[in-house]
């Protein structure tokens, strides 16, 4: 079992950073943090592996945004900057402990936050 408990949203203005924070409770192969505006589908905004770094991102936000992983403290990052309105959305963190199967979807992943409210004001 995973336990994950996300922090670090809030509301800022159209070219303001922030910086989300995800603290897992155990061992994760792969994390992702996506994003869901009330009546639309959940999507993936950037995801990493734990161990070797290696991160993809959605195209909206690439050059925007950095996800990151603090081994030491179990803990992903994502920092946000450049926000757009469009970046509108339910924030939640999401983990992976199976090292088969790949880590592409919702469905790959088991685990997840309760999300963070994200407001980006034009």
């Known amino acids: 079992q995973v336990q994950l408990v996300e922090s670090g949203g809030g509301s800022v203005q159209a070219g303001g950073s922030l910086r989300l924070s995800c603290s897992a409770s155990?061992?994760?192969?792969?994390m992702g943090w996506f994003r869901q505006v009330s009546g639309k589908p959940r999507e993936v905004v950037a995801r990493i592996l734990t161990a070797s770094g290696n991160a993809y991102y959605a195209d909206s936000v690439k050059g925007r945004f950095t996800i990151s992983r603090d081994n030491a403290k179990n803990t992903l990052i994502l920092q946000m900057n450049n926000l757009k309105p469009e970046d509108t959305a339910m924030y939640y963190c999401?983990?992976?402990?199976?090292?088969?199967?790949?880590?592409?979807?919702?469905?790959?992943?088991?685990?997840w936050g309760q999300g963070t409210q994200v407001t980006v004001s034009s």
């Open positions: 155990g061992y994760t192969y792969c």
């Open positions: 999401a983990a992976r402990s199976i090292s088969w199967g790949g880590c592409v979807g919702l469905d790959a992943y088991s685990y």
